[in-house]
């Protein structure tokens, strides 16, 4: 069954116009053309449509869906790898969108987002450069210290955001539940803290957590990051970490 480029557009919300510059440009060919010169489509041609929005959905260019698609490779191959890519974006918009919906919850009720937190789900180098560029700033500024952001792997960057916001939330909710910080609650809390950055390339000793935490408590900027979150973060962490490493 062969269709017009009406009948395609309406099957596939794709405009008749987008339609004709995918043909002007040779990414989608007609299957033949009606001696009264109208464009027809067959089978072939609507599972590339279908491939091609697939790529477009993953913002692909235009020239580089003409030259995936024009690979030697069965539709299979193809759709299973757009199963792959569109998986994994998937996933970096969910993330995104539990950050989207965080901020909008605490805009409603007058609260500021720990600054990490504002930062989970950035898709490249570029923007998790731009989200840094504060706390860069600062350092720099105040301290004479570069915070190197050349090299990053995005997916390492996003999974310690993540690690290190759901760490920050239990301890804040550890504080308001009015637990000590010398309860073993809190104890595991950091031991899986520090578990999980030594496991992700960053070593660092129950000392070296308690200078950290200390060293925020005693640094407007990050100790603004933390007090934004709970009022009397950055001191229960302090006292917590330093009971930790006596330990």
């Known amino acids: 069954m062969l269709y017009t480029v009406k009948e395609v557009s309406s099957l596939s919300n794709v405009t008749i116009k987008t339609l004709h510059h995918y043909h002007k440009i040779?990414?989608?060919?007609?299957?033949q053309m009606s001696e009264a010169g109208y464009r027809l489509y067959g089978t072939a041609e609507l599972e590339r449509?279908?491939?091609?929005?697939?790529?477009?959905?993953?913002?692909?260019?235009?020239?580089q869906i003409k030259q995936l698609l024009d690979r030697d490779v069965e539709r299979s191959g193809i759709l299973s790898e757009q199963r792959i890519l569109l998986k994994k974006k998937a996933g970096?918009?969910?993330?995104i969108m539990e950050t989207l919906e965080k901020s909008i919850r605490a805009m409603e009720v007058g609260d500021c987002?720990?600054?990490q937190e504002l930062f989970t789900g950035f898709a490249n180098?570029?923007?998790?450069?731009?989200?840094?560029q504060e706390q860069k700033d600062y350092l720099r500024d105040t301290y004479q210290f570069d915070l190197d952001t050349d090299t990053m792997d995005v997916q390492e960057m996003n999974a310690q955001a993540k690690e290190a916001v759901s760490f920050m939330t239990d301890m804040a909710s550890a504080l308001v539940a009015g637990i000590k910080h010398t309860d073993e609650r809190v104890s595991m809390l950091i031991d899986e803290h520090l578990a999980f950055l030594n496991q992700n390339g960053h070593p660092v000793t129950p000392q070296d957590f308690a200078n950290q935490a200390r060293f925020f408590l005693q640094d407007d900027f990050h100790l603004g990051m933390l007090e934004s979150q709970q009022t009397g973060l950055a001191y229960f962490l302090t006292a917590a970490a330093e009971a930790f490493a006596e330990r």
Do not use: H, N, V
């Open 26 to 31: 040779g990414l989608l060919l007609p299957q």
């Open 49 to 63: 449509l279908q491939q091609i929005l697939f790529y477009r959905e993953l913002d692909f260019s235009l020239e």
């Open 92 to 95: 970096r918009l969910e993330t």
């Open 113 to 115: 987002m720990e600054k």
């Open 125 to 132: 180098e570029k923007e998790w450069e731009q989200a840094l």
